[in-house]
């Protein structure tokens, strides 16, 4: 069974995604931050990350380049999901080496369409 990790300092979102994502059959990660996040990425090699971009300790474009840049975990896709969503965070996004940004609020079907990245 694919692993998706999901960080989000909100709890609601991580409960709202995490339920979009084991209703489709997705056993799933979840962590609060950035260090976490990278902490669980590493151990638990993910097949795909979805990522706030808003969060208290290291924000999410921080934790994807720390992400690219590490050898155990450079290839795991990330797609951010965040509030930030303007053209020039989509860009910003692509350039910190994710592969999507999703706005909030997403639709169930934005998430399942990220997954394409994963079970490529």
Known sequence: MNTALIVDDAATERA????????AGWRVSTARGGVEAIEKARAER???IFLDIV???LDGYQTCRRLAGDPLT????VVFVSTKCQ???QVWALMQGAKALI???YSPAQLLDAL???VQ
Request: aromatic share 4%; hydrophobic share 40%.
């Open 55 to 57: 969060m208290p300790d």
């Open 103 to 105: 706005g909030k609020p």
């Open 87 to 89: 053209r020039a965070d």
């Open 46 to 48: 993910p097949a795909i």
């Open 16 to 23: 709202r995604m995490s339920s979009i994502l084991t209703d």
């Open 116 to 118: 394409k990245f994963a």
């Open 74 to 77: 450079r290839a795991i896709p």
